[in-house]
């Protein structure tokens, strides 16, 4: 099966930048959408970006737009996520994944990101 594998995860100030990778191993060459979810301790995992293959489309949850950017790592199955300004929200379990057929089929183990005052 396909895997997704997180690097780049860690801890960070408030105001500071870290950018966190996911690449995908295994028979899977290409994909619908490849993308960014996370979740804190206690909470719902939520939506973070998502990046569409064929057509390089990116969408940003709303707490995210402005600050964070997802993009391609042309070559591979993989994506990155680069966070600017990051914020104490922010903390949480970083999960990457892929999308077929409409859904989220396929995730990493995740990454902790975890931001301080």
């Known amino acids: 099966q396909v895997q997704l594998a997180e690097s780049g995860g860690g801890s960070v100030q408030a105001g500071g930048s870290m950018r966190i990778s996911c690449a995908a191993s295994g028979p899977t060459r290409t994909s619908v959408a490849m993308g960014w979810f996370r979740q804190a301790p206690g909470k719902e995992r939520e939506f973070v970006a998502s990046l569409n293959w064929s057509g390089y489309r990116q969408t940003y949850a709303d707490s995210v737009r402005g600050r964070f950017t997802i993009s391609r790592d042309n070559g591979r199955i993989a994506v990155i996520l680069q966070m600017n300004n990051l914020k104490v929200d922010d903390t949480a379990t970083y999960y990457c994944?892929?999308?077929?057929?409409?859904?989220?089929?396929?995730w990493g183990q995740g990454t902790q990101v975890t931001v301080s005052s």
């Open positions: 994944a892929i999308k077929y057929q409409s859904e989220w089929r396929y």
